[in-house]
């Protein structure tokens, strides 16, 4: 039993899943998100009724189940590397979400890590909600194949970040600070890729969640092969004073695509109306297989030449504050998701990033709402004093003693 509020650290982790590492059958399949808390089961379950996401009974159906609420974000890298150096695990990872063609062999250990699809942002509920719940078609599909081959298997679903995070209100400033802090240091946890021409670095890219989806249904997740294991070429890319291409070339990133090319073209001008120099994502091309070309065009992706760009959220979405427009018929096959995007093409010193041009601007809709409410009200209150001073008294009165007062119309 795990008491109320405590953090399941990377040790104790190891020492509950201990029984999993000891048993005669060892196949452990792990779900793997980009976000998920233990609060999220209830909240989309009962908030929504009928169309609760989580619709798996594996976890009633298992003969024993361990439910952590809080684990330690670092714990699911220290134990993919503990059994990495084990070296009895065959590890396989499955990206492409096609279970017919997972290959386990019974006989020896066996590691699954399936990369589920990212999580929408928390800017529209509903989109998370269909996510969680294709998510969990997908842990279906996969535990129900594996149980018709008559393996016997072990499932962890768990996320490398947590989706809520709460914090006391009475905590001080001081310690609220080194908690933020905290954060951001485990969410850099690799460094970004970084191209050089010569001596010096001429761009910087980085993302913690970077994954393409072909047709609607493919998944194609680069972020472990663009950050992690560096798994792809960049020696296509090219450098100048004005005009900048980062291409990212992989070598079969899924089954039945052999090679994949990603393009980000950006350019360095001088406007005249603000006197400077900025740097601009201009377009985002897609090359699958060198034959099938995609182009999308960039809105609300510029800084000043001197700045980094970044955003927490970019892609296809239309809920996404910098979108990626399809320009083509052939991009309109591709969805993009990339998380806290940060990227340099120009004016790179000592090969880290510059000051970041975030793209949320100073007027949020929150604000825009704000200020059309109050402009409202303030004209319904003018236009109530403007009635009020409109009204008149009257200045002559009755008699009740005196002949009757007689006010013609025109007054």
């Not at 795990?2 to 982790?13: F, I, K, Y």
């Not at 670092?74 to 396989?92: H, I, P, R």
């Not at 182009?295 to 927490?312: N, R, T």
């Amino acid at each position: 039993a795990v008491h109320e509020g405590h953090v399941v650290s990377a040790q104790e982790l190891t020492e509950f899943l201990q029984p999993l590492f000891t048993q005669n059958s060892r196949n452990l399949v792990l779900f793997l998100q980009d976000r998920l808390s233990i609060d999220d089961f209830t909240y989309f379950g009962e908030s929504y009724g009928n169309k609760n996401p989580f619709q798996n009974e594996i976890l009633q159906s298992s003969p024993s189940s361990l439910v952590l609420p809080a684990v330690d974000c670092k714990a699911t890298k220290y134990l993919l590397s503990v059994l990495q150096e084990s070296g009895d695990w065959k590890l396989t990872n499955v990206t492409n979400l096609n279970v017919s063609q997972l290959e386990v062999n019974a006989s020896n250990p066996n590691l699954l890590v399936v990369q589920l699809q990212p999580l929408a942002s928390g800017l529209k509920e509903i989109s998370t909600l269909e996510a969680i719940a294709e998510n969990d078609k997908i842990i279906g599909r996969v535990t129900m194949d594996l149980q018709e081959r008559g393996i016997h298997f072990s499932v962890i679903y768990t996320a490398v970040r947590p989706s809520r995070i709460s914090r006391r209100t009475d905590v001080v400033a001081e310690l609220r600070r080194q908690l933020m802090a905290a954060e951001e240091e485990d969410s850099l946890s690799y460094p970004p890729l970084n191209v050089t021409t010569g001596n010096y670095t001429c761009i910087l890219f980085y993302a913690s969640n970077f994954s393409l989806k072909a047709n609607s249904s493919v998944l194609i997740d680069l972020t472990n092969a663009t950050f992690v294991t560096q798994n792809v070429d960049i020696s296509a890319s090219e450098c100048s004073d004005s005009n900048t291409t980062l291409s990212l070339k992989y070598t079969k990133p899924v089954n039945g695509i052999s090679s994949l090319e990603i393009r980000f073209l950006m350019t360095n001008k001088f406007y005249e109306g603000s006197a400077r120099n900025w740097s601009t994502l201009d377009s985002v091309e897609i090359v699958q297989d060198g034959e099938k070309f995609a182009k999308f065009d960039v809105s609300a992706i510029s800084a000043p030449a001197e700045y980094s760009f970044h955003c927490q959220l970019v892609g296809t979405s239309n809920l996404y504050p910098a979108r990626l427009v399809p320009s083509d018929n052939e991009a309109k096959n591709w969805d993009v998701f990339i998380s806290e995007l940060q990227i340099q093409g120009f004016n790179v010193i000592n090969s880290q990033f510059s000051y970041a041009s975030d793209c949320t601007g100073f007027f949020t809709p929150a604000i825009w709402m704000g200020l059309v409410t109050s402009i409202i009200l303030l004209w319904i209150l003018t236009y109530g004093i403007h009635m009020i001073m409109q009204l008149t008294t009257n200045n002559r009165f009755d008699d009740p003693k005196g002949p009757a007062l007689s006010v013609p119309q025109t007054e």
